[in-house]
């Protein structure tokens, strides 16, 4: 099989404008998977590195990390997928898959580094380039099978949003606790796929928010049990030692302490948002004996195991369905947190 020609959308400089663009994909090897994509979520990590945040773009940068399409072929040495398979591909499409996290399931956290599905440097020393295009080619490891009863569109953010809170709550067993409380900050992408996490394992979910016009939203539509404004003294200082469990999904700064102070003894602060610095008195920590940790994605095992249970519990993200050339503006609104709750661009309708 020779490389092919792909269709995609590209941002050239740190302006992070994107526009058209055709590249060519490597040739499907014995152990790939050709996906035609369908759907692709827009992802802050989008923003990131169409627009140099870190400094490490490499342009053309053609974004995307939540994946959904249809497999049209298949490497001779190919077990798991058959061509017509509903699958998804998310932030990372390689890894040494010889290391203990990689043996152990976790190619996250890959020894040699997970290469990532954009703006990665892969085996081969290509760049890699993302969803915003009209088909990949994934070693079969990083895919994953999505129930063909399970929409692709609804599929898309669970390869990122999904499992990036979906980890941690395995991680400190959050679905083995029913009864227990959970307290979720932020009700952007992430936040709101904690909060239906948190009502499938039985935990009741309070909401912390600056903003009061998302109330009937947490509490109607997703929900959530309570809804908190978190500037609010008097409401923060009533949950005092109240809470088991916190998700941090807040992108930007905010101070730790007042939230630390809602957990009881062994609570667990779990911080998966992207702010530029965590600070508190490491007092908070010891004399209830409270946990702070982070996480990212999760590893390939546990991608599967969570996209099999929204399949099974009908589990679906909030999503606006978009067309490609409206992505530049979709990236606006996403900086202004104008989107709920996750946009998703149908690349089999519009980009051709």
Not at 86 to 97: D, P
């Amino acid at each position: 099989m020779s490389s092919e020609e792909c269709l995609a959308w590209a941002a050239r400089d740190a302006s992070g404008h994107l526009s058209p663009y055709k590249f060519n994909r490597r040739a499907v090897g014995d152990d790939d998977v050709y996906v035609k994509i369908t759907h692709c979520g827009v992802c802050y990590a989008d923003i990131v590195w169409t627009r140099n945040k870190h400094g490490d773009s490499m342009y053309p940068v053609v974004p995307g990390h939540e994946i959904a399409g249809i497999v049209t072929k298949v490497g001779s040495n190919v077990k798991r997928f058959n061509v017509g398979d509903h699958v998804g591909v998310g932030t990372y499409v390689n890894s040494c898959r010889d290391c203990e996290y990689c043996d152990d399931g976790l190619e996250q956290q890959c020894s040699k580094g997970a290469v990532f599905t954009f703006n990665g440097v892969d085996s081969d020393g290509t760049i890699t380039k993302g969803g915003y295009s009209n088909f990949i080619v994934v070693h079969e490891r990083y895919c994953f099978k999505i129930p063909k009863t399970y929409p692709l569109a609804s599929a898309a953010p669970l390869l990122c949003a999904g499992i990036t809170v979906y980890s941690p709550m395995i991680r400190h067993k959050m679905n083995q606790q029913p009864g227990k409380s959970l307290g979720v900050i932020g009700l952007g992408g992430l936040g709101h796929m904690a909060v239906k996490f948190g009502k499938a394992f039985g935990l009741n979910v309070t909401v912390f928010s600056t903003s009061i016009s998302k109330k009937d939203e947490a509490l109607n539509l997703l929900g959530a049990d309570n809804f908190v404004i978190s500037s609010d003294q008097e409401q923060m200082k009533g949950l005092t030692k109240t809470l088991d469990f916190i998700i941090d999904t807040a992108s930007g700064d905010h101070p730790f302490e007042p939230y630390l102070a809602l957990l009881k003894t062994f609570g667990i602060l779990v911080a998966v948002g992207a702010g530029s610095e965590i600070k508190f008195s490491p007092r908070s920590l010891f004399f209830r004996l409270r946990t702070i940790s982070g996480s990212i994605v999760g590893g390939t095992k546990e991608i599967q195991e969570m996209i099999d249970l929204c399949a099974e519990k009908a589990i679906y993200p909030k999503i606006e369905v978009i067309p490609i050339d409206y992505a530049n503006e979709a990236i606006e609104r996403v900086i202004k947190s104008d989107v709920k709750y996750r946009f998703v661009i149908d690349i089999e309708k519009s980009l051709k």
